[in-house]
């Protein structure tokens, strides 16, 4: 019997079925990292958290979106821009283009979420546009409010330590099993030289 026949015996489905979940799991971590941090790290995106129920059922609480800088003479009737809620001020909400003006040469935008009944109340002024709403992640908006919020300082080292704990248990079984396996073979080879 050649010794991959033997391996594979010896390790059995359950060793299999976790190997491949692992390798799907590391897949979906890579393709969610890509969608949430590479893309709009090398676009010059922003990826912002949906806090409230405004924007549901397209984009409800702990929905990430990503925000994509746009020149405000490309933004349309129907799309979700991002703005300052007060000029020059940092908070922001995402609402949907329910009309746009023009006046004297100066455009503003009037908005209102998908799930207000009524337009907000003061127009967008294009100062306040901060980009409109690229592509959303759902669920994904909690983690980057935990992780970029006050739990910052203890989340980072905590999962960095895990990281760490978990490489080190993966080498010292790998070396265990390595040792194991050398145990055997010197035990068969005792075993047929005598």
């Keep these: 019997m050649t010794r991959s026949r033997r391996d594979l015996r010896t390790r059995g489905l359950l060793y299999y079925i976790g190997l491949g979940l692992s390798a799907g799991l590391l897949g979906l971590l890579a393709l969610i990292g890509a969608l949430v941090i590479v893309i709009p790290a090398v676009t010059g995106a922003t990826p912002m958290t949906i806090l409230t129920g405004s924007m549901q059922p397209t984009y409800p609480p702990g929905t990430l979106i ?7 003479a ?15 001020k940092p908070e922001v909400v995402t609402h949907r283009v329910i009309a746009i003006a023009s006046t004297d040469g100066e455009t503003t935008f009037t908005t209102k979420g998908d799930a207000n009944s009524a337009a907000d109340a003061k127009p967008v002024q294009p100062l306040q546009v901060r980009g409109t709403v690229w592509y ?19 989340i980072v080292p905590l999962v960095a330590v895990a990281l760490f704990a978990y490489a080190g248990w993966m080498l010292a079984s790998g070396i265990a099993q390595t040792a194991r396996r050398r145990r055997r073979l010197r035990q068969r080879t005792l075993v047929s030289d005598s």
Excluded: F, H, L
């Design 74 to 88: 490309d933004i349309r009737i129907g799309d979700p821009v991002t703005y300052q809620i007060e000029s020059g």
């Design 66 to 72: 990503i925000v994509k800088p746009v020149e405000t």
């Design 136 to 154: 959303a992640v759902p669920y994904i908006g909690y983690v980057n409010t935990i992780v970029n919020g006050d739990n910052r300082s203890w």
